[in-house]
């Protein structure tokens, strides 16, 4: 995916990665994972960001550009998102997927045993609980943070539709998510509509071009694939086995998750260590509200998180594309 589909100044601008790789999935999808910050200081914990339905690494720009600073930042798109080709057919688009991908990305930027604070947002929270029962996920996760997120009944739950709770609403929020109607350009309407449907009132116009281009930058029957699986999805029981210290965080103007589905979920955790709700903020809390995200991100890695004991060794049984500066 092109770059000129995102902004290319200013905070939310993708940072360029210190080195890139490729996870190769259970199935042979390759996966493009980008290592950001001090990449071979063993002083520097690891955390490991997975983003949402529409989006791709560039989702993450902020959270990058200031834990880069002094923690090795792994950020990679899911498949079809990004620079992660689509799935040859239907089959490729499932939970399982999203599972093994994440398990094969852990492996290849981790070395064996080593733990890292797993941030998820919407579809990638809905990864992380899924795969939550995966021993070579356990084995790297010290700590989970799940921003705006859910785990069943999205359909049902989803306020996007400006309807009344109701088998109507259901219905049409439903076909929403199975739509691969072209978004067209990035336009002030197409912005008025994101931030809308995904985005407090609030929002700057800043934060909103920003989201817009990103979502915009998705191939549309990619969209329309995970939006089935969305619809569908039912990942409630994965939850109880999300045995590490959790954090979750969602914005009370949330509309596509909304704060009822987070509640659930703080609810059903183990171990629920924080459950922050921000007042006037929408689904895309990682940029609408990226100070107090990435500050709930370094209180796990401070809590939780350890360090390597010794220098990474470099890997050749995964393909690594470029160094960057």
């Known amino acids: ?88 057919g239907p089959t490729g688009y499932s939970v399982g997927a999203l599972v093994d991908d994440l398990e094969a990305v852990l492996a290849t930027a981790l070395e064996p045993g080593e733990q890292a604070v797993l941030v998820g947002h919407s579809m990638g929270g809905m990864t992380l609980m899924a795969a939550a029962g995966r021993p070579k996920v356990a084995e790297h996760a010290a700590a989970v943070l799940l921003c705006s997120t859910g785990t069943v009944r999205l359909a049902t ?36 509509i994101m931030r809308y449907a995904t985005m407090g009132p609030g929002s700057s116009p800043v934060k ?31 939850v109880a086995k999300l045995t590490v210290p959790t954090a979750v965080i969602v914005g009370t103007a949330d509309r596509m998750t909304p704060p009822e589905a987070a509640e659930a979920i703080a609810a059903a955790l183990p171990d629920c260590v924080d459950f922050a709700q921000l007042p006037g903020i929408g689904h895309m809390t990682p940029v609408e509200a990226p100070d107090l995200v990435t500050a709930q991100i370094r ?22 594309v470029k160094e960057g500066a």
Do not use: K, N
């Open 1 to 88: 995916m092109s770059r000129l589909m995102h902004v290319t100044t200013g905070p939310y601008a993708p940072p360029v990665a210190a080195r890139e790789l490729v996870a190769v999935s259970a199935d042979g999808s390759r996966l493009h994972v980008e290592v950001h910050g001090p990449v071979d200081d063993p002083a520097a914990p690891a955390v490991v960001l997975v983003h949402g339905w529409t989006c791709s690494t560039a989702f993450w720009a902020a959270q990058i550009r200031e834990l880069a600073r002094d923690h090795r930042v792994i950020a990679y798109d899911q498949r079809g998102h990004g620079r992660s080709p689509a799935p040859a």
């Open 157 to 192: 739950l989803s306020t996007v539709i400006p309807l009344r709770a109701g088998r109507l609403r259901t219905r049409l929020t439903r076909g929403l998510l199975h739509s691969a109607a072209p978004l067209g350009p990035v336009t002030p309407l197409a912005r008025r």
């Open 208 to 238: 909103t071009d920003a989201c817009t281009r990103i979502v915009h930058a998705c191939p549309r029957r990619v969209r329309q694939g995970w939006g089935r699986v969305l619809a569908a999805l039912d990942i409630e029981a994965g």
């Open 299 to 320: 209180q796990l890695v401070a809590a939780y998180a350890s360090v390597r004991d010794t220098p990474a060794p470099v890997r050749t049984t995964h393909a690594e």
